[in-house]
């Protein structure tokens, strides 16, 4: 989980903005993220990518997937904004 949290925490410093939901929801995509990149890291490069905390996979895969979740996050959330003012 502290990994998880750490690379929501990368991920909102690569792409910095103004995101809904402040810190707990980038704490979740954090966590949640570190997931997916596992998954994903077995799935489309059969690797582990889970390693070890202190592994450069493991953190590779996490802030990718937490990267990933952001974006989501933001393009989901960013279109409800605009549909609301519009």
Do not use: E, Q
């Not at 410093?13 to 954090?30: H, N, W």
């Not at 390693?51 to 960013?78: E, K, P």
């Amino acid at each position: 989980m502290l990994l998880g949290l750490l690379a929501g925490a990368v991920a909102k410093l690569l792409l910095p903005g103004k995101d809904p939901g402040g810190i707990i929801i980038t704490m979740l995509i954090g966590i949640v993220g570190g997931l997916l990149g596992g998954w994903l890291g077995k799935v489309i490069l059969g690797v582990d990518s889970i390693d070890g905390f202190f592994d450069l996979s493991t953190w590779t895969a996490a802030i990718v997937g937490s990267l990933i979740l952001l974006v989501l996050y933001r393009v989901v959330t960013g279109n409800r904004r605009s549909h609301r003012h519009g």
